[in-house]
């Protein structure tokens, strides 16, 4: 349950590629924090958590937590982290597509 987007909890069977953005911004969070961002323990409360989310989001404020788990990491790499959550982590109409995200350091290819 803590990778399920908000609007599959509300919807139940819509799904597209949005909702898997999503998921894979809660694991991104999740390996740079070392933390599950959304611990629940039901659904009405993953719910209520989201929602919370979706109101006080900020890239500030997800940078500020990526450097309390880990102040060692390079400034540009922490930045384009907290940039990738942001947006994988936006209401669905906001959020970042699939091909989107190639435009990120983390999917970077090099030799």
Request: charged fraction near 30%; aromatic fraction near 12%; glycine fraction near 2%.
């Amino acid at each position: 349950m803590y990778y399920r987007a908000p609007e599959l909890l509300r919807a139940g069977d819509a799904y597209d590629e949005l909702i898997d953005i999503w998921s894979v911004g809660c694991v991104i969070y999740e390996m740079a924090a070392l933390k599950v961002l959304f611990k629940s323990h039901n659904q009405k409360c993953h719910i209520r958590a989201t929602d919370r989310w979706l109101e006080v989001r900020s890239q500030t404020t997800i940078n500020e937590r990526l450097k309390k788990r880990r102040p060692l990491q390079e400034e540009l790499w922490q930045e384009q982290c907290a940039k990738l959550v942001f947006d994988c982590l936006a209401d669905q109409s906001d959020r970042i597509s699939a091909a989107d995200t190639l435009g990120y350091i983390w999917f970077e290819y090099s030799d």
